[in-house]
């Protein structure tokens, strides 16, 4: 295992369109009309090399519609990464990616879509090294 950078829901670099509150977490709740992005940042560094990203959540309320995740940077312009979300992730509250990059990246974001109607609390974003 390699070294983890670890991000909480209370870290000001982790942010969301439909924010509604962050103690210990950012909470999070979408109105009914539309998607929206529930979590984006938190612009960070990273070397080239194999990592695990892992996003830990709560799921208040599961509405219906397509949860997706992706990779970003270049202020949401270049994308990585994308993938809808598996009920299991959901379920669990954990969504863990395994991606490679081939040189470093800047201002890397991880984004969270959620549909309308959808609620939950962001609690720790986590990139761990694995080579």
Not at 73 to 97: H, K, V
Not at 118 to 127: D, V, Y
Request: net charge neutral.
């Amino acid at each position: 295992m390699g070294d983890t950078i670890i991000f909480v829901g209370s870290d000001p670099r982790l942010e969301s369109e439909i924010a509604v509150g962050r103690d210990n977490a950012l909470h999070f709740r979408c109105p009914a009309d539309g998607s929206r992005v529930a979590l984006y940042g938190p612009y960070v560094t990273l070397p080239p090399g194999h990592f695990r990203i892992e996003l830990a959540f709560t799921v208040d309320k599961l509405a219906p519609g397509i949860v997706a995740v992706e990779l970003c940077y270049s202020q949401a312009r270049q994308q990585l990464y994308s993938r809808f979300c598996f009920p299991w992730e959901l379920a669990a509250g954990l969504i863990r990616i395994s991606y490679h990059f081939t040189e470093s990246i800047n201002e890397l974001e991880v984004r969270l879509i959620v549909p309308p109607e959808f609620s939950g609390s962001i609690k720790q974003l986590s990139f761990t090294r694995r080579n």
